[in-house]
């Protein structure tokens, strides 16, 4: 995990590579959902790419699954991982730079 800034504001964020399980489970905690009993990744038929699977909140209050293509990103803002959201990888790269 790494610090990231963007124009005003600084996230914490970790880069999802279809391999890195253990640092997305370090990173995001309980809002990672299984797909399957005991599975962490799941298959996408259409792509055949590998999803995480990641827990939000919805607007009414119920949890939401998100999948989150390889790829992508995961961010939050430094200390606070109440709200986790997934980026798109060219956003997340026009957006924010590295910062330590």
């Excluded at 800034?5 to 959902?33: L, Y």
């Excluded at 992508?72 to 980026?87: E, N, R, Y």
Aim: hydrophobic letters at 35%.
């Amino acid at each position: 995990m790494s610090l990231y800034q963007s124009r005003p504001s600084q996230v914490e964020a970790v880069h999802w590579d279809g391999k890195n399980t253990d640092e997305m489970i370090a990173f995001c905690g309980e809002k990672v959902s299984f797909g399957q009993p005991g599975t962490f990744i799941m298959r996408n038929g259409q792509t055949n790419e590998e999803m995480l699977l990641f827990v939000v909140a919805g607007k009414d209050g119920a949890q939401e699954t998100v999948p989150v293509p390889v790829g992508h990103w995961l961010v939050c803002q430094p200390g606070d991982k109440s709200d986790i959201w997934p980026v798109e990888d060219e956003y997340f790269n026009t957006k924010y730079y590295l910062v330590t």
